[in-house]
């Protein structure tokens, strides 16, 4: 069966039914994300050594495309999910990778700090979205993070989330990390707040401190900034304007910021 064929059965049979009592009473579509992993869904950008569906952003967009028209929460859910996996599918491990393509495991983005960065409004919201606040501390095999982030989508119902911190040693960039969300110390506040569309369970996410292991740094010391300009902020704002939320200004604040620490050169955020 095609991912095509898949979703549209999802949408007709679990979300279309439920899309309207999402909206209305804010509840978490869990159904709904149940199904999408079962079908493979989740795990439709996951390489296909690991059990996923071996597809990239097109296939991304119209999966965000078509979900939107139906349930602007899941859709929400998508978007974060999605972009969270383009990081992982770099730098995550194999164990990581198989359980996203098996659909048990929903990962978001915890990655903004401020309501501006969060909203990605303004040329210098990305800039900012490059300097975060989050502070890591090593201590012999585990690294505390400490710090709160705002707007996170999934707030309390994903699995995992890619968070960023400013680097452990490195001079400059920043640090991402695969933080389990089941981790002790790591708050969800039990309303959500208004951001997002209701019942995509957005709100603010604490670490005071969270506990994780060193190897759950995605990539390298500092090297996050990278990855976020070149992976995190082109599929975040491709997804966003398939689900018709406004795409923001140009990257170019952001990719200044980055010209001097990467050898790649300038990136086109199309």
Known sequence: MSYRTALSEILTGVVGPVAE??????????GAVTALGGAGLLGLTVSTEF????????EAVDVVARTARVCPATAAVLQSHYAAVAVIEVHGGPWLRAEIAAGRHLAGLALAETEEEAALDGPAAETQLLVPRSAATRSGDVVALRGRKQRVVAAGEADLYVWSSRPLAAADGLTLWAVPAHAPDLFVPARPGAAGPRGS???????????VPAEAMLGTDGGGLDTVLRTVLPWLLELRAAAGTRRPPALDPALDLAGARSPAGSLAAS
């Not at 999402?22 to 978490?28: K, P, Y």
């Not at 059990?51 to 097109?58: H, M, S, V």
């Not at 709100?203 to 969270?210: G, I, L």
């Open 21 to 30: 009592a999402t909206a209305v009473q804010g509840r978490f579509p869990r």
């Open 51 to 58: 059990g996923g569906g071996g597809r990239g952003l097109p």
């Open 201 to 211: 369970g957005t709100s603010t996410v604490f670490a005071d401190p969270v506990l």
